[in-house]
């Protein structure tokens, strides 16, 4: 029996993704949704550097196959993730794929890259060296159990439960995920604990976006508040306060 009859036993079709994400445009265009944001099809098509024509059936691809929804407000088509799940697939992607570094085609583009690496919004929860380095400091006093199977200890429940965080009663979406970060190349929290713990502190002021892209700075406040809390180190490398990425 061979691979292709093997999948199609079992009920998947794993090449029928594989072939939506083949295309180096399309692949460029789920890359810049990752920022969370709804784009329009004139602005995904500026980014890839691409004919409008040639976007728009790009687009009507990765529409079809379920990565990305649209959305029409008067004559313009704004197009986005279809749901946390085809977030995941693309960081999961973007972290396994060849390395190379784009050359920034400004300064601004160069900051913008850096305050990416640093901290940002993975869907809904933290990424890049604050993710990491939040994540690190949870499992070192007990919080997680960051191993093959990561999960939520009783000390961390109630670490939770001290903070206000509240967690959804039931949901399909695992408690605690081991997201794999796509710059740092090693799984950061993710899940709804992620989420929550995250949510807290855009909330509570710990952490702030930067302009309108998923670069996330983390406030002077945010600072003193996960030394108290998780121990993390006050001297952590992260972007500034008022450091702008756009």
Known sequence: MDHQREGRDVGVDLAVVARLL????????????????????TELARHAGVAASSATEHLNVLVRGGLLVEERHGRHRYLRMADPRVMALIESLAALAPRHTPRPRSLSGSVRQRALARARLCYDHLAGELGLAVTDSMADRGLL???????????????????????????????????????????????AVGAAICGHALAAGWLARIGTTRALVLTDLGRHELRDHIGLSPTTELPPRGQKAD
Request: with cysteine; aromatic share 8%.
């Open 145 to 191: 159990e960051w191993g093959t199977d990561p999960s939520l200890t009783v000390k961390g429940a109630t670490w939770l439960k001290d903070l206000g965080i509240a967690l959804p009663d039931a949901s399909r979406r695992p408690l605690v995920r081991a997201c794999l970060d796509w710059t740092e190349r090693r799984p950061h929290l993710g899940g």
């Open 22 to 41: 083949a295309d180096g445009t399309r692949a460029d265009f789920c890359l810049a949704l990752l920022d969370g944001r709804a784009w329009t099809a």
